[in-house]
């Protein structure tokens, strides 16, 4: 235990929230919370879910750690709440946080800049999707434009199956998006920092049962293999760093995220498919894994992130001299 950690103030872990995550979010927090404590930080459980905001500055809050996952929570809102407090907040900041949770938009972005991204349509109802499938062809996924943990994701393999895979996504966000499947390796890479001293940790590939990485199989089953070393072919792991690392200066995300990439099997080009600011902290997950791999104990990662909280906006809140 470090006493100095004290001098970080009294610290929020802001966990649970009312998204479709919200399973994990507490999952993640507990884990947080309990390293935190480890070493010495005066650390908090805060379930915005069931406590207003507004008493993070009441009770005293210096800083927040974020493990809340998902929509109110990854999406630039809770985010914008803390920057009217005033209150440090680990994370990316309010309009890093709204695009990358938007993946139509991060795609649109990262196209913009020249990063690979595989092809997709924005839809609003089943006769699109199928429209979609006749351009993207078989296999086709089928998401929520604003969800994470792959939560109403279809692949999808014939055009009668386009209508249910639409339902789904769509009982989760009226934004839908059908995107190109890339058969080939799935990596994941986590990224630590700001700007040009923003590093990406090893790459971790990911060997799911029958080939689906679904809820089930990320959060609550032994039998997904995750590779660290990634036993990539030569070259292609620092190449894949170099691209995730632009990817994540492109949307000005700062202090940690992790990105999920498809390599294709055939040429291996890789193709970002999103990317998560406010990463998992859960027994199966990835940030950990990797910083593990690096080196960093999973008590030092959680201190390396919250000594990172900030604002986009360092001013006094409303109603306290400038």
Known sequence: MNPLNASLGKVAVLMGGASAEREISLMSGQGVLQALRSQGVDAHAFDPAERDLWELRRDGFARCFITLHGRFGEDGTVQGALELLGIAYTGSGVMASSMAIDKVMTKRLWRAEGLSTPAWFQVDSAAAAQRAFAELGAPMI?????????????????????????????????????????????????????????????????????????????????????????????????????????????????????????????????????????????????????????????????????????????????????
């Open 142 to 322: 089928v998401k929520p434009a604003r969800e994470g943990s792959t939560i109403g994701l279809t692949k999808v393999s014939t055009l009668a199956q386009c209508q249910a895979a639409y339902a789904l996504a769509a009982q989760h966000d009226p934004e839908v998006l059908c995107e190109q499947f890339i058969s080939g390796d799935e990596v994941t890479i986590a990224v630590l920092g700001t700007g040009a001293a923003a590093k990406a940790l090893p790459l971790i590939r990911i060997i799911a049962a029958d080939g689906n990485y679904d809820y089930q199989n990320k959060y609550f089953t032994d039998t997904t293999q995750y590779l660290v070393p990634a036993l990539l072919p030569a070259g292609e792991e620092e190449q894949i760093q170099q691209l995730v690392l632009k990817a994540y200066r492109s949307l000005s995300c700062r202090g940690w995220a992790r990105a999920d990439v498809m390599i294709d099997g055939a040429t291996r080009q890789p193709y970002l498919l999103e990317i998560n600011t406010s990463p998992g902290m859960t027994g199966h997950s990835l940030v950990p894994m990797a910083a593990k791999a690096a080196g960093i104990s999973y008590a030092d990662l959680c201190l390396e992130v919250l000594q990172h909280a900030a604002l986009d906006y360092a001013v006094a809140p409303v109603g306290e001299a400038k």
